[in-house]
C-alpha cells in the first residue's frame, strides 16, 4: 500500500512537471500573448527588414507595447509591408511616429522600435506609419569597410 501511494505521489508530480514546463516553453516563445486589452493594427513599409520575424516585439523606450503580426512584399514597390499589433492601452501615438529596426545587442534578435513624433491626431486602426528607418546589416557595414580601405591608395 505504501509502494502505490508513493508511486501515485511521483505520477502526480510528473504530470505537474510537465504541465509547467509546456507553460514555460509557450511563454518564453511568443506563442502566446495573454493581455487584458485587444490590439489595433498598424502597417508600415520598409526597405530592407534584415532578420525581422513575426512575433518580434514593439517598443518604445524599451517597453514592449506590441508585436508584429506579419510580414509580406508589396509586389507594386518591393518594400517589405510589416503589419504590428499595438495594445489598446497604448492608443495615442501620434501620426507622426517613426518606426525603426533595431537589433538586441551586437548579433541579436531585430525588433521595431517607434519613436513618436509631436503631432495632435493619434494613429487609429489600420493607420500607417510613414517614416520608416531601415535594418542596418552587419555584413553590409562590414564589406563596405573593407570595400573602402581596398580604395584608399598606399603612400610609401
Sequence with gaps: MHNRMLEIAVGIFMIAGLFALIFLATQVSGLTHFSKGGYYTITAEFDNIGSLKPRAPVRIAGVTIGRVESIDLNPKTFRATVKLLIEDSDSNLPTDTEARIQTEGILG??????????DEASLVDNGRITITHPALILENLIGQMLFKQKEKPNHE
Excluded: C, E, T
Aim: proline share 10%.
Design 109 to 118: 534578435a531585430n525588433y521595431i522600435a517607434l519613436s513618436p513624433g509631436f
